[in-house]
């Protein structure tokens, strides 16, 4: 089913030279084509190098739950969707590299008598998980400019509103353990910057479209398929193995689909497209082909199993 897509994006470069002027502070429909072809090659090659180097624990701080938590969060303190998604990769990455580095830290002789390292691990997780998670929120709101700040006053009084109570020093410490944990590095690309990307290419490339409805709609399909990512996930795999009960091995062999972000923003765009206009869906789908190198059956594929769960989906997507 997946069939391997182009290293490299392709595009339209019939553009008038009157895009090219400075922007401050872009929002979307702004960006000039010369940035975003720059911009979404940066984008494809980061999302090659990742599906090349995927830990063993990807996806595993994706839980549905986890997802829907950072989501309700953001909307409570009125940050723009991006700062949800952006928080939710800063996570997972934190938390897979500070599970690896508690592993390998020696557990005391007294604590090893009452459990194993996994039972010590938890515990020490479990007593500031929360903090953890608002921390990668407030750090993904210092990323986006032009979206709210999480400062620490309002940090603490939402906390407290949910029932934690914690020091301005402490919060500072989770967001610094988050920062030295990852090498200060957390701008990552999320898949709602790749839907984004993908979106004004598009729309330079064909006219027709309409970018501003497709986009909005989008946004709805992505937090869809996100809050359904393992059931989904679960049918495309079905699908590309015709098995209804796929091996361990299988699974291990299909977490590069899963954590593919150019392949799940086509999957996304397609879908819109198709619930904006299915009459003129394959003319999106075939340039979505052309800009990504990804085949039409792939993205065809992608965006009819996601549209079934949209189908069968009894509980409304609560937006932003």
């Not at 997946?2 to 008038?16: R, W």
């Not at 010590?120 to 986006?144: E, H, M, N, P, R």
């Not at 030295?180 to 690309?189: D, E, G, K």
């Amino acid at each position: 089913m997946m069939e391997k897509k182009a290293t490299g994006s392709h595009f339209n470069k019939d553009v008038s030279s009157s895009l090219s002027r400075e922007h401050q502070n872009l929002k979307f429909g702004e960006a000039p084509f010369n940035i975003l072809r720059e911009f979404l090659t940066n984008l494809n090659d980061t999302n090659i190098h990742n599906l090349k180097n995927l830990s063993a624990f990807c996806g595993n701080f994706k839980d549905r739950r986890l997802v829907e938590c950072v989501f309700l969060i953001c909307d409570e303190l009125r940050l723009d969707p991006l700062a949800g998604y952006q928080a939710i990769e800063i996570l997972e990455r934190f938390m897979t590299k500070h599970l690896e580095d508690l592993f390998c830290i020696p557990i005391p002789a007294d604590e090893g008598q009452q459990g194993n390292i996994g039972d010590s691990v938890f515990i020490k997780l479990s007593k500031k998980f929360s903090l953890l998670v608002f921390s990668c929120i407030q750090l993904a709101s210092k990323l986006t400019l032009h979206c709210n700040v999480i400062d620490n006053n309002t940090a603490l009084k939402f906390l407290r509103s949910m029932g934690h109570s914690y020091s301005k020093e402490t919060l500072l410490e989770s967001e610094l353990l988050i920062l030295q944990t990852l090498n200060f590095c957390i701008s990552f690309p999320n898949p709602l910057m790749y839907v984004e990307t993908l979106l004004e290419v598009l729309g330079y490339n064909d006219v027709t479209v309409p970018i501003l409805q497709l986009y909005s709609l989008c946004r709805h399909v992505l937090q869809f398929a996100y809050l359904q990512r393992k059931s989904l996930y679960h049918s495309l795999l079905v699908s590309a193995t015709d098995c209804p009960s796929p091996s361990e091995e299988q699974r291990m062999e299909f977490a590069a689909v899963t954590e593919d972000c150019m392949l799940l923003s086509v999957g996304v765009i397609a879908a819109g497209a198709f619930i904006l206009n299915f009459k003129t869906w394959e003319q999106v789908v075939d340039e979505l082909r052309y800009i990504t190198g990804i085949s039409a059956k792939s993205i065809m594929e992608f965006a009819y199993i996601l549209l079934s769960h949209i189908v069968k989906n009894e509980t409304p997507v609560k937006s932003f």
